[in-house]
């Protein structure tokens, strides 16, 4: 069984930055997607970044530009470097792994999640 174990998240100031870590361990299959989503109360997970294991990138409108996400595969763990941080980036953010790479496209779905770390942004 696949887990995601995330770190980093906490309290910054609007214009500051924060780097989130999530690492996978277990039987991970070396082809896949990791990377982050962010979900607000009473509103459905979206996309922030997604890196594949060839380092493949995609981001989140809202997050071009100010996020870089990069990976360690031989650590089996995803970056997420938030720079520019505004009040609207505050929310949980929780790490996924997907085998279908599809996900990038937002068409395959996320197999594994983490449990979730909150990034609180204030202005």
């Known amino acids: 069984q696949v887990q995601l174990v995330e770190s980093g998240g906490g309290l910054a100031q609007a214009g500051g930055s924060l780097r989130l870590s999530c690492a996978a361990t277990?039987?991970?299959?070396?082809?896949?997607?990791m990377g982050w989503y962010r979900q607000d109360p009473g509103k459905q997970r979206e996309l922030v970044s997604l890196?594949?294991?060839?380092?493949?990138?995609v981001y989140g409108n809202s997050v071009k530009g100010r996020f870089t996400i990069s990976r360690d595969n031989t650590k089996n763990t995803v970056y997420l470097q938030m720079s520019s941080l505004k009040s609207e980036d505050t929310g949980v953010y929780y790490c996924?792994?997907?085998?279908?790479?599809?996900?990038?496209?937002?068409?395959?779905?996320?197999?594994?999640w983490g449990r979730g770390t909150q990034v609180t942004v204030s202005s």
């Open positions: 277990g039987s991970i299959a070396a082809q896949n997607a």
């Open positions: 996924g792994l997907a085998y279908d790479l599809s996900a990038m496209a937002g068409i395959g779905e996320i197999d594994f």
């Open positions: 890196i594949s294991s060839g380092g493949s990138t």
